[in-house]
């Protein structure tokens, strides 16, 4: 079964860092480009970051750029989400996604076709 | 930035067709891919560019997209249909970026 794990959220102060996890499992994880999406809380969704399978391509939204790093280790089927600078507005649930198509490459207009459950940031002092 | 635009709600009997519309810029040039989210769960994907079904997605899931509006439409809708429903699309003015509607309420009356 296909499936995405996310782990690493929890309460953090503005300004701070925190590390998410995704660990895959039931596909061939580097032949998949990855994203991660958030939700702030009853609000909808927001693309955050992509990144190709091999992991030397990477994409971010403006509002995380400069302070997100997303990664990727194919040895051990896990994609991270590496979150500096901590702000109010960073508060969400953040999904990790799979491409639908496993070319490598982050094509931009590939859908999501599996999603994590889902971790919680919440950003508050 | 390109902007996608959803009605926030939408309400139907069951057994009737629910049409839920997303608006955008010449958004039938664009390959649309719709989800499905339910309280407290991650998004489902339920049509990818414009008309394709992930398998396991009931064939009562359709979708199509011209000009200005891609349209999801639920056919013999149940009360499990019952979700939020987001459009998505690459922003093709940005560096790989991708944008998604405001979501639709669709409520099983």
């Known amino acids: 079964e296909v499936q995405l794990l996310e782990s690493g959220g929890g309460l953090v102060q503005p300004g701070g860092s925190l590390r998410l996890s995704c660990a895959a499992s039931g596909f061939t994880f580097s032949s998949y480009a990855m994203s991660w999406v958030r939700q702030a809380p009853g609000k909808g969704l927001e693309w955050v970051s992509a990144i190709s399978g091999s992991g030397g391509s990477t994409y971010y939204a403006d509002s995380v750029k400069g302070r997100f790093t997303i990664s990727r280790d194919n040895s051990k089927n896990t994609l991270y989400l590496q979150m500096n600078s901590l702000r109010a507005e960073d508060t969400a649930v953040y999904y990790c996604?799979?491409?639908?198509?496993?070319?490598?490459?982050?094509?931009?207009?590939?859908?999501?076709?599996?999603w994590g459950q889902g971790t919680m940031v919440t950003v508050s002092s | 930035s390109y902007v996608l635009t959803q009605p926030p709600s939408v309400s139907v009997a069951p057994g009737q067709t629910a049409r839920i519309t997303c608006g955008g810029n010449n958004i039938g040039s664009k390959s649309v891919h719709w989800y499905q989210q339910k309280p407290g769960q991650a998004p489902v994907l339920v049509v990818y560019d414009d008309s394709d079904r992930p398998s396991g997605i009931p064939e009562r899931f359709s979708g199509s997209n011209s000009g200005n509006t891609a349209t999801l439409t639920i056919s013999r809708v149940e009360a499990g249909d019952e979700a939020d429903y987001y459009c998505?699309?690459?922003?093709?003015?940005?560096?790989?970026?991708?944008?998604f509607g405001g979501g639709t309420k669709l409520t099983v009356l």
């Open positions: 998505q699309v690459w922003d093709s003015s940005s560096d790989h970026r991708r944008v």
């Open positions: 996604a799979k491409d639908r198509a496993g070319k490598g490459v982050v094509v931009a207009d590939d859908a999501f076709d599996i």
